[in-house]
């Protein structure tokens, strides 16, 4: 028998997480009476600092546990105007999409030139996660085993069932007129380990040096800019990955 899916949709955690107060420390320097589109939203807390700092804040999700969220299914596009938020914000959520390009690209489509959009995603990339993989097959928050086989037509959550990869985020990105400025920082993950995982970032070096060489000079100045999110110690150690983007005036 197919295991049942869960009948909650995009509820998330009930705490304030470090991605959450990382997105937030940036979104201070906004003026009162931003714009903000906080979705999925989840339980709330995030929409609730935000409305404390003086911003005007629309939330949505499916989950109906709030009477002012908008009911807004993000596997379709998004019933808002184009460039009508000053930010975006949508944590722990293009991992629950099939097609979270799609999402990506909305989420840019709505953000107004010059504005911002923040993202997180469970991260695929931390050496935890790619241990993981070496032994299991699995990633890191994507063991498969507890995720339903659920139809295409489905419209509650699906759970994890797209990993993220950065080099398809900023693809995505890139494609939607966003850039990304900034990794910034989560709780690290078996932070016990990072002597380990320091010595096997080295040991992957001459590889890693080896397959940018052979790019040769094309897309010298991407690649260079890519290495440096790619070597990043956030990305290297960090429980989620979280984004800073910017969109293109």
């Excluded at 920082?185 to 992957?204: A, C, S, T, V």
Aim: hydrophobic residues 40%; contains cysteine; glycine residues 6%.
């Amino acid at each position: 028998m197919n295991p049942q899916p869960s009948t909650e949709t995009f509820i998330a955690s009930h705490s304030f997480t470090p991605y959450m107060r990382s997105i937030l420390q940036q979104l201070h320097m906004l003026p009162k009476g931003a714009r903000v589109l906080d979705i999925p939203a989840g339980r709330g807390q995030f929409s609730d600092a935000l409305r404390q700092l003086g911003m005007e804040v629309v939330s949505a999700d499916l989950n109906g546990l709030r009477e002012d969220y908008l009911a807004i299914d993000m596997s379709q596009a998004l019933p808002l105007e184009t460039s009508s938020f000053d930010v975006v914000v949508c944590t722990e959520g293009l991992e629950h999409m099939l097609a979270p390009h799609e999402l990506v690209l909305e989420l840019l489509r709505v953000t107004r030139p010059g504005g911002y959009l923040f993202l997180s995603v469970p991260n695929i990339h931390n050496f935890y996660s790619r241990l993981q993989f070496l032994f299991t097959g699995t990633f890191f928050q994507f063991q498969a085993f507890d995720v339903a086989d659920t139809p295409l037509n489905h419209s509650g959550d699906r759970g994890h069932v797209s990993p993220v990869s950065l080099p398809q985020l900023r693809w995505w990105l890139h494609l939607g007129g966003g850039k990304i400025e900034e990794l910034l920082p989560d709780k690290e993950k078996r932070r016990f380990l990072k002597p380990f995982y320091w010595l096997l970032h080295q040991l992957g070096r001459p590889w890693r040096n080896q397959l940018r060489r052979k790019a040769g000079q094309e897309f010298a100045q991407r690649n260079r800019e890519l290495r440096a999110l790619l070597e990043s110690p956030r990305l290297r150690y960090a429980r989620s990955l979280v984004v800073c983007v910017r969109k293109h005036q």
